[in-house]
């Protein structure tokens, strides 16, 4: 009865208010995402010069993931918990599938055509492997055990690599980073994760060992970018020029010279922080990270409320690789990770990432609304 | 057991290291934005500004082709266009109008020059005329004094000299499509246009390409270049010599005129491949400069098929040019001796079977051994050799003379043919073996197929004695530093008795130059003997007991006429398969052919 009133006492007045609960929406988080989706609208439009198609484009591809996100916040956090396993099995199985006919088809393939549209299994295990890491862990004693560890490693490594093979450095990382996302935040022992840091240490020769030669390049170009200014350095370098340029007030919405004149390559894509930062100088990116650094507080925010280790789980490893991406994308287009290709989220152009991402904070809200009251 | 409050302390005690690692690394990449955009922001903002360095990439030219005497196959010729720098020009509609009157262009150029100019930078040029002529350029260049902002510019156009002739072996290059981009090495193919597309254009692309060189380039803020800092030059594609004679392969085209089909003539000792032709060939200039959608059309719609490479991609049975092989399996299987004689009544039955196996010669060729029977292509001394073999033995020995597999040759898109056997008919029929499916595979007819290059390299090995010949087109690969070696690789060997070969190189001499030899027309008044087979493919069955005249039957559905051959026949060094589509009888329109080249080979070599 207490949390009832409490409810009450917090509920905004307004009618708009009323609606947005009702729809299983969480306010803050709405708004933030609300910002960030408008955001990528100014910015696509000055980088992909001013070309109205693509704003048109990317509308149609977030009225989508909004309305997916929306759908999801509807479901009660139970049943992605009880469909977590068949969720994960038949993401799996469509990796497999994408990679059968990969082979049998010419280069790397991440889609599934199945006649009427096109799907991409990898952006599904970016959500089901947290939630089946998450299923497998939640009704065990934590700290999770080594037996347990091993289970969860070979759990969170089968998709890895089989998105690694596809090949799309990318999203392996990301859907990695999900799964040791729930491990950590289950408390495996900071003795446990030592370990594993120094296996992976260890393995680093053995996987390099399997790159494909463009991913080789990367790192060694990531290493060294000057070597190769034609290739892949060439995007670094001019990324570095575009945001060194812009300073800190930057050059202004549409004043971007670096990607007007195309020295900045994928600048509506994957270098699309390089135009805001040219564009927008140093306040613009750290206005940009605050407010990333909101959606991530308040997703952390949810999780501490959860009100069972699942739902912990799931939305604090959901928080986590928000975060990762955000870092991986930022990091490589200022030149201190490698480029990997993974999108700025929220802003850049195209891509089912998007849909994904939004999807998440889909179940984020539903754990969020569907609490139960408790009467203590 | 699950201990909830302790899991949920050790969770919130989670929480907050991550957000404080989150924390921290955000606080990282602000550090990095504070180095890049206040410390460094004056470095890179001159790098974008003021005077910002462009990198642009010099393109490689791409390596020549020759063939064996060092005659050009493919290279690069310069090609002159106008074109027209907006912002140097005050009144575009005036100079148009006047560029048109001078050198008579037409209402679709300049339209399609105004679409395409408005959409790039006003100091950057767009083409109007591509492919100068001569008398354009001597038009242009007196008036040249009144157009401003009007230039010719030069640049490298990839040419191929002897056109429809080497357009099956050589290929062509033509624009790189949006999925080739997405292949390709992007440091190599900055500023690329070509690619290899066909032949041997694609399949040594990345020899023939060379190395992009780049040069730093000072702009100002429009990007307008301003100077040069800095210059890496491009590397040269290697150059390659084929093993192609190109006048063996003239003699060879022009031979075939009136005809489709192919010639295929291999160096036995090497492997090289002196002759590769499979007529009718294509220009495959046009394909360079990008080739309308109409002519391209017409060739694609074309009935003689101009587009399909016959001496690659072709698939024929081989007909009565299987016989030495089959006569051959014969002898090292021992399921019959040279000399022993079989009746030939003019048709063959099996035990409890009406269908008559009929031979080419209605009255029979009588009591033949071997080698009257290779000379005189008697079809039912291999019906009931085929008969004896059996199909298994019959496949495991000609699959080793790569029947049924690709040669290996250095030319992409190589079909593999078929030689059937019990277990493919089996898979891929749904239909057991028949004993006739045996008699009829023993006269190169039924379900097996050949490509001309494969009956020539199978000829080539029989030639060399069971040493197994491996066809390849590229002799060495030229690069200024080196010269390397083509993909020359030998297979090994098949172990022939070497009686059996001489009995099978007799019967075959015999084919061209006994009196009752199928190919008895060229082997006269040559200091050497040539060795032979003809062959004639069915392009649909005779009825049994129907009559064939070849001359009141449609064109398209006569017979194809083959021949094989290797010379010397005591030394052997040079091997011709040809395959004239619908030719009739392989002895008067494939042997002759044949004749021709190894007369002209072996002219220049004694």
Same mark, same amino acid.
């Given at each position: 009865?207490?949390?009832?009133?409490?409810?009450?006492?917090?509920?905004?007045?307004?009618?708009?208010?009323?609606?947005?609960?009702?729809?299983?929406?969480?306010?803050?988080?709405?708004?933030?995402?609300?910002?960030?989706?408008?955001?990528?609208?100014?910015?696509?439009?000055?980088?992909?010069?001013?070309?109205?198609?693509?704003?048109?484009?990317?509308?149609?591809?977030?009225?989508?993931?909004?309305?997916?996100?929306?759908?999801?916040?509807?479901?009660?956090?139970?049943?992605?918990?009880?469909?977590?396993?068949?969720?994960?099995?038949?993401?799996?199985?469509?990796?497999?599938?994408?990679?059968?006919?990969?082979?049998?088809?010419?280069?790397?393939?991440?889609?599934?055509?199945?006649?009427?549209?096109?799907?991409?299994?990898?952006?599904?295990?970016?959500?089901?492997?947290?939630?089946?890491?998450?299923?497998? +862990?939640?009704?065990?004693? =934590?700290?999770? $055990?080594?037996?347990?560890?091993?289970? /969860?490693?070979?759990?969170? !490594? @089968? *998709?890895?690599?089989?998105?690694?093979?596809?090949?799309?450095?990318?999203?392996?990382?990301?859907?990695?980073?999900?799964?040791?996302?729930? +491990?950590?935040?289950?408390? =495996?022992?900071? $003795?446990?994760?030592?370990?594993?840091? /120094?296996?992976?240490?260890? !393995? @680093? *020769?053995?996987?390099?060992?399997?790159?494909?030669?463009?991913?080789?390049?990367?790192?060694?170009?990531?290493?060294?970018?000057?070597?190769?200014?034609?290739?892949?350095?060439?995007?670094?370098?001019?990324?570095?020029?575009?945001?060194?340029?812009?300073?800190?007030?930057?050059?202004?919405?549409?004043?971007?010279?670096?990607?007007?004149?195309?020295?900045?390559?994928?600048?509506?894509?994957?270098?699309?922080?390089?135009?805001?930062?040219?564009?927008?100088?140093?306040?613009?990116?750290?206005?940009?990270?605050?407010?990333?650094?909101?959606?991530?507080?308040?997703?952390?925010?949810?999780?501490?409320?959860?009100?069972?280790?699942?739902?912990?789980?799931?939305?604090?490893?959901?928080?986590?690789?928000?975060?990762?991406?955000?870092?991986?994308?930022?990091?490589?287009?200022?030149?201190?990770?490698?480029?990997?290709?993974?999108?700025?989220?929220?802003?850049?152009?195209?891509?089912?990432?998007?849909?994904?991402?939004?999807?998440?904070?889909?179940?984020?809200?539903?754990?969020?609304?569907?609490?139960?009251?408790?009467?203590? | 057991?699950?201990?909830?409050?302790?899991?949920?302390?050790?969770?919130?005690?989670?929480?907050?290291?991550?957000?404080?690692?989150?924390?921290?690394?955000?606080?990282?990449?602000?550090?990095?934005?504070?180095?890049?955009?206040?410390?460094?922001?004056?470095?890179?903002?001159?790098?974008?500004?003021?005077?910002?360095?462009?990198?642009?990439?010099?393109?490689?030219?791409?390596?020549?082709?020759?063939?064996?005497?060092?005659?050009?196959?493919?290279?690069?010729?310069?090609?002159?266009?106008?074109?027209?720098?907006?912002?140097?020009?005050?009144?575009?509609?005036?100079?148009?109008?006047?560029?048109?009157?001078?050198?008579?262009?037409?209402?679709?150029?300049?339209?399609?020059?105004?679409?395409?100019?408005?959409?790039?930078?006003?100091?950057?040029?767009?083409?109007?005329?591509?492919?100068?002529?001569?008398?354009?350029?001597?038009?242009?260049?007196?008036?040249?004094?009144?157009?401003?902002?009007?230039?010719?510019?030069?640049?490298?156009?990839?040419?191929?000299?002897?056109?429809?002739?080497?357009?099956?072996?050589?290929?062509?290059?033509?624009?790189?499509?949006?999925?080739?981009?997405?292949?390709?090495?992007?440091?190599?193919?900055?500023?690329?246009?070509?690619?290899?597309?066909?032949?041997?254009?694609?399949?040594?692309?990345?020899?023939?390409?060379?190395?992009?060189?780049?040069?730093?380039?000072?702009?100002?803020?429009?990007?307008?270049?301003?100077?040069?800092?800095?210059?890496?030059?491009?590397?040269?594609?290697?150059?390659?010599?084929?093993?192609?004679?190109?006048?063996?392969?003239?003699?060879?085209?022009?031979?075939?005129?009136?005809?489709?089909?192919?010639?295929?003539?291999?160096?036995?000792?090497?492997?090289?491949?002196?002759?590769?032709?499979?007529?009718?060939?294509?220009?495959?200039?046009?394909?360079?400069?990008?080739?309308?959608?109409?002519?391209?059309?017409?060739?694609?719609?074309?009935?003689?098929?101009?587009?399909?490479?016959?001496?690659?991609?072709?698939?024929?049975?081989?007909?009565?040019?299987?016989?030495?092989?089959?006569?051959?399996?014969?002898?090292?299987?021992?399921?019959?001796?040279?000399?022993?004689?079989?009746?030939?009544?003019?048709?063959?039955?099996?035990?409890?079977?009406?269908?008559?196996?009929?031979?080419?010669?209605?009255?029979?060729?009588?009591?033949?051994?071997?080698?009257?029977?290779?000379?005189?292509?008697?079809?039912?001394?291999?019906?009931?050799?085929?008969?004896?073999?059996?199909?298994?033995?019959?496949?495991?020995?000609?699959?080793?003379?790569?029947?049924?597999?690709?040669?290996?040759?250095?030319?992409?898109?190589?079909?593999?043919?078929?030689?059937?056997?019990?277990?493919?008919?089996?898979?891929?029929?749904?239909?057991?073996?028949?004993?006739?499916?045996?008699?009829?595979?023993?006269?190169?007819?039924?379900?097996?197929?050949?490509?001309?290059?494969?009956?020539?390299?199978?000829?080539?090995?029989?030639?060399?004695?069971?040493?197994?010949?491996?066809?390849?087109?590229?002799?060495?690969?030229?690069?200024?530093?080196?010269?390397?070696?083509?993909?020359?690789?030998?297979?090994?060997?098949?172990?022939?008795?070497?009686?059996?070969?001489?009995?099978?190189?007799?019967?075959?001499?015999?084919?061209?130059?006994?009196?009752?030899?199928?190919?008895?027309?060229?082997?006269?008044?040559?200091?050497?003997?040539?060795?032979?087979?003809?062959?004639?493919?069915?392009?649909?069955?005779?009825?049994?007991?129907?009559?064939?005249?070849?001359?009141?039957?449609?064109?398209?559905?006569?017979?194809?006429?083959?021949?094989?051959?290797?010379?010397?026949?005591?030394?052997?060094?040079?091997?011709?398969?040809?395959?004239?589509?619908?030719?009739?009888?392989?002895?008067?329109?494939?042997?002759?052919?044949?004749?021709?080249?190894?007369?002209?080979?072996?002219?220049?070599?004694?």
């Amino acid at each position: 009865m207490k949390t009832e009133t409490r409810r009450e006492h917090f509920e905004p007045p307004s009618i708009i208010g009323n609606i947005l609960r009702r729809l299983h929406i969480d306010i803050p988080l709405f708004i933030g995402l609300f910002f960030a989706a408008l955001l990528s609208f100014i910015i696509l439009y000055s980088a992909g010069s001013q070309d109205m198609g693509v704003l048109y484009r990317q509308a149609a591809r977030i009225s989508l993931a909004f309305a997916v996100m929306i759908s999801l916040a509807h479901v009660n956090p139970y049943q992605f918990k009880r469909y977590s396993a068949i969720l994960f099995g038949i993401g799996v199985f469509l990796l497999i599938a994408v990679l059968v006919m990969g082979e049998i088809g010419k280069g790397a393939q991440r889609w599934l055509d199945l006649g009427f549209f096109r799907f991409q299994p990898s952006e599904m295990i970016k959500l089901t492997t947290p939630m089946m890491i998450a299923w497998f +862990l939640a009704d065990r004693p =934590l700290p999770p $055990r080594p037996k347990q560890l091993l289970v /969860a490693t070979v759990l969170i !490594l @089968l *998709p890895t690599l089989l998105i690694a093979k596809q090949p799309d450095l990318g999203t392996a990382l990301l859907v990695a980073s999900s799964g040791a996302g729930v +491990l950590f935040f289950a408390g =495996l022992s900071w $003795r446990l994760m030592m370990a594993i840091a /120094a296996a992976i240490a260890a !393995l @680093l *020769p053995i996987i390099w060992h399997f790159m494909h030669g463009y991913q080789r390049d990367r790192v060694l170009t990531f290493l060294n970018p000057e070597a190769d200014p034609l290739g892949r350095g060439y995007h670094i370098i001019q990324s570095k020029i575009a945001i060194g340029s812009g300073g800190i007030y930057g050059k202004g919405w549409l004043g971007s010279t670096q990607s007007e004149l195309d020295f900045l390559p994928e600048s509506s894509t994957d270098f699309i922080f390089a135009v805001f930062a040219e564009e927008f100088g140093l306040f613009g990116c750290v206005g940009l990270l605050i407010l990333y650094l909101l959606i991530i507080a308040r997703c952390l925010y949810i999780a501490s409320q959860a009100q069972d280790t699942y739902c912990r789980l799931l939305a604090s490893s959901l928080a986590f690789t928000f975060f990762v991406y955000v870092f991986v994308n930022i990091g490589m287009v200022i030149g201190v990770l490698p480029v990997v290709g993974v999108p700025l989220p929220l802003i850049s152009y195209g891509g089912t990432s998007i849909v994904t991402l939004l999807a998440g904070f889909g179940i984020l809200m539903s754990i969020h609304t569907h609490k139960k009251r408790l009467s203590r | 057991m699950k201990d909830n409050s302790a899991e949920q302390r050790v969770f919130h005690r989670r929480l907050l290291v991550a957000f404080a690692v989150i924390s921290l690394l955000t606080s990282a990449l602000v550090i990095r934005l504070v180095y890049l955009q206040i410390f460094g922001h004056e470095r890179y903002a001159s790098m974008a500004k003021e005077n910002s360095v462009k990198i642009v990439p010099l393109v490689p030219t791409r390596g020549i082709i020759y063939d064996r005497n060092g005659k050009i196959l493919a290279d690069n010729t310069p090609s002159y266009s106008l074109e027209l720098t907006p912002e140097q020009i005050s009144n575009m509609p005036d100079t148009l109008h006047r560029l048109q009157k001078l050198l008579n262009i037409s209402d679709d150029k300049i339209d399609s020059f105004q679409k395409q100019y408005k959409r790039q930078k006003r100091f950057t040029s767009t083409a109007l005329l591509l492919n100068m002529n001569d008398e354009e350029l001597a038009r242009f260049a007196v008036v040249r004094p009144y157009f401003p902002g009007v230039d010719i510019r030069t640049h490298m156009v990839r040419h191929y000299p002897y056109s429809e002739l080497t357009a099956h072996v050589i290929g062509y290059v033509g624009r790189i499509n949006e999925n080739e981009m997405k292949e390709l090495p992007i440091a190599e193919y900055r500023g690329s246009t070509h690619i290899g597309k066909l032949g041997i254009e694609s399949s040594y692309e990345s020899q023939l390409h060379g190395k992009a060189g780049y040069a730093e380039i000072e702009t100002n803020v429009q990007a307008r270049s301003l100077n040069t800092l800095n210059e890496t030059n491009p590397e040269t594609g290697a150059s390659l010599y084929l093993s192609l004679d190109i006048d063996l392969q003239k003699i060879a085209y022009d031979a075939l005129e009136g005809y489709n089909g192919a010639v295929v003539a291999i160096d036995i000792k090497t492997g090289g491949v002196l002759v590769f032709s499979s007529r009718p060939g294509f220009d495959p200039n046009p394909f360079v400069v990008g080739i309308t959608n109409d002519a391209y059309k017409a060739l694609e719609s074309s009935q003689d098929q101009p587009l399909y490479n016959r001496a690659l991609r072709g698939l024929y049975p081989p007909g009565s040019t299987v016989k030495p092989f089959v006569a051959l399996a014969g002898l090292q299987y021992d399921a019959i001796n040279a000399e022993q004689k079989l009746f030939c009544p003019g048709y063959y039955q099996l035990p409890g079977v009406t269908h008559k196996f009929r031979d080419w010669r209605k009255g029979g060729h009588g009591s033949v051994n071997m080698n009257d029977a290779i000379a005189q292509s008697c079809d039912v001394y291999f019906y009931r050799l085929a008969s004896m073999l059996g199909i298994d033995r019959m496949y495991d020995f000609l699959k080793q003379f790569g029947f049924g597999e690709k040669t290996g040759i250095d030319l992409v898109g190589e079909k593999s043919g078929l030689l059937p056997s019990r277990q493919w008919k089996e898979a891929q029929k749904k239909q057991q073996w028949f004993p006739g499916d045996t008699l009829i595979t023993g006269i190169g007819q039924g379900f097996h197929q050949v490509t001309p290059l494969q009956l020539a390299r199978a000829t080539a090995t029989l030639a060399n004695k069971g040493q197994i010949v491996t066809p390849f087109l590229v002799d060495r690969i030229v690069t200024p530093n080196a010269t390397l070696p083509g993909p020359q690789t030998h297979k090994g060997e098949i172990p022939l008795k070497a009686e059996n070969i001489d009995a099978i190189v007799a019967g075959m001499v015999d084919v061209v130059h006994s009196e009752r030899g199928t190919a008895k027309s060229i082997g006269k008044n040559i200091p050497y003997q040539i060795a032979g087979k003809t062959g004639t493919a069915q392009v649909f069955n005779i009825k049994q007991n129907a009559k064939y005249n070849e001359h009141d039957i449609d064109f398209k559905l006569r017979d194809h006429a083959l021949f094989i051959s290797f010379a010397p026949a005591h030394d052997p060094q040079i091997a011709v398969a040809v395959i004239v589509e619908n030719g009739g009888h392989g002895g008067s329109v494939a042997a002759p052919i044949a004749g021709k080249i190894i007369k002209q080979y072996l002219k220049n070599r004694q």
